[in-house]
């Protein structure tokens, strides 16, 4: 689902987007420790809201959930499940991501971004500093400006 609003006599300038998702896995398998079919599922989603604050800056935020299968055979190594399944009870990950986007001109911009996992049954907590550059080349571009 997505939302956009910007005012009408301002578009190019001000505007807010709101935007999330779920995604969901339903597999069925035959189960690494040879005891027959089995099934995983798993699930997540994310949300963010994202404002243009200039012409040239967005701010915005993340978060991010993922609850994958709990499985007794998650870990067998010659076919590890991560991260559709683990052999944890109830395992599940948050993250939030905070981050700003600066445009320098049409054709490039540059993204920091900070993000704070943790959870349950799954990878330690994590932080994580993102710069990204993207840019754009050729005879025209898909971004508004």
């Not at 910007?6 to 709101?18: C, I, K, T």
């Not at 490039?108 to 932080?127: I, L």
Request: proline letters at 6%; a neutral charge; hydrophobic letters at 35%.
């Amino acid at each position: 689902m997505s939302v956009l609003w910007e005012p009408a006599d301002r578009a190019l300038y001000r505007n807010v987007e709101w935007r999330s998702e779920i995604y969901v896995l339903d597999r069925d398998i035959m189960a690494p420790d040879d005891s027959g079919r089995g099934n995983l599922n798993a699930w997540g989603a994310y949300s963010y809201l994202q404002s243009k604050v200039a012409r040239n800056l967005d701010v915005g935020v993340r978060v991010d959930y993922y609850k994958p299968d709990s499985k007794s055979y998650a870990n067998i190594t010659n076919a590890s499940l991560a991260p559709l399944a683990y052999t944890s009870s109830n395992p599940h990950r948050w993250q939030i991501c905070p981050y700003l986007t600066w445009w320098q001109s049409e054709f490039v911009k540059y993204r920091w971004e900070y993000d704070y996992a943790w959870g349950r049954g799954m990878e330690n907590p994590e932080h994580i500093l993102w710069f990204q550059a993207i840019f754009a080349a050729g005879p025209h571009k898909h971004e508004r400006y």
